[in-house]
């Protein structure tokens, strides 16, 4: 079950890509580059200066109609590492760190909430850039970044190989399933050697068919061609800088000026 709704999840995020708009693909990689390097450089207490950060995916909800909702209710799995990590601050950590309306919080629940709110918010950044560009824009990206030409090829063909492993595993499982008499139970200890190296044999094999074909369309040689619609403009690649000054500038305002700290010491004044 765990390997079909592996392989559902990357079918669904192909069929539901957005459109890309009038933004490069390029300015919206450094945009979540810039969110990811400025959210994990808040501390542990931090709460209220790192809630100002959640103005970017709520500015995608409500001005690119990106479902966040939804891809929580699918993959809100994602964060019970995170959860999980972050459960045990609470015995360990019992000096009060903040007050809340006069009841003081430990600070092991206050690290907790700030572990908790940016997993949260980086998989709603990270599911979102893939919802809007996919794996191909991703590549692309990477090749307007003048980047080795072999990287962003081997992000797409990874891409396609995790799905040709997750296939070939559910094929080999059910196929041992049905000649050991054993159907929905799991695979015996004394067979995870065979199993795991026969899925990589099996698994390279059906790689070796991909790397043919890539070779017959004369992608072989690592290189990543954009076509012609794609190629930038003069004002696609002045609405990309202007979208990544932007976001760039209200992250370091965020970071360094902490509004939210300012505006809940404001409140308290009032």
Known sequence: MVGKSAVEAFHELERTRQERGSVPPVARLGVVVAFLLTLVSFGKYDLASLSALALYPVSLVCFEQMPLFSAFRRYWFLLLPVLL?????????????????????????LSFAVLALKGTLSLAVGWSLLRKMGVEGLAEAFAELRLPPSFGLSVMLMHRYVVLMIKEMNRMRDAYALRS???GRAIRPSSWGPFVGLLLMRSMD????????????????????????????GRSIAVGVAYFIGWATFFVTARFLEPMRHLGDLIQVL
């Not at 601050?89 to 430990?106: E, K």
């Not at 070796?208 to 619609?229: D, H, I, K, M, P």
């Open 85 to 109: 990590l972050g459960a045990a601050n609470p015995f360990f950590d019992r000096t009060p760190a903040a007050s809340i309306g006069g009841i003081a919080v430990s600070g092991g629940w």
């Open 181 to 183: 008499g054993t159907l």
């Open 206 to 233: 059906r790689a070796t068919c991909v790397q043919t074909a890539l070779e017959l369309r004369g992608g072989g040689n690592g290189l990543l061609r954009l076509s012609a619609s794609e190629t930038r403009n």
